[in-house]
């Protein structure tokens, strides 16, 4: 596959296209992949001490409920967020993927992946938080760890 860039300081608008011979699925993946890139927010608005934080979308670690509110978690500090995690499942992009009933986690931020017999638990670059993922879901994210990794 060739991959080529090519910039105009006359475009108005970024326009990608795809030229193939047939629709594989590598190239439906990308194309996916691109229309979804283009619907998500790089920003989410989180709540803490009564003042409001934008906060990019890379920063977050995971996303949880507490307590019937949501949590916002970076590195230091969790952020009340307004979206209930079924409307996050949605808005965010395929770098988030949802591993247990109250959370959804940021694939990117992933350090290691520590599985036993009874669970399955993720650590996150520069951070002391972790995340227990559900057996339900530890085959859909070891396979997006996969995937992930042949695309690197």
Known sequence: MKVKLELDPDQQETEITIHAKSLTPEVERIYHQLQ???E???QIEGMMDNTSYYLSINDILFFETDAKQVMAHTTRNAYFVKYKLYELENLLSGQFMRVSKSTILNLDQIY???????NCQIKFHDSYKTVY???RYYRDLNERLKE???LS
């Open 133 to 135: 993922v559900s057996r």
């Open 36 to 38: 979804t890139d283009s």
């Open 148 to 150: 992930r990794r042949a």
């Open 40 to 42: 998500h927010p790089d």
């Open 112 to 118: 290691a992946v520590t599985k036993s017999i009874s």
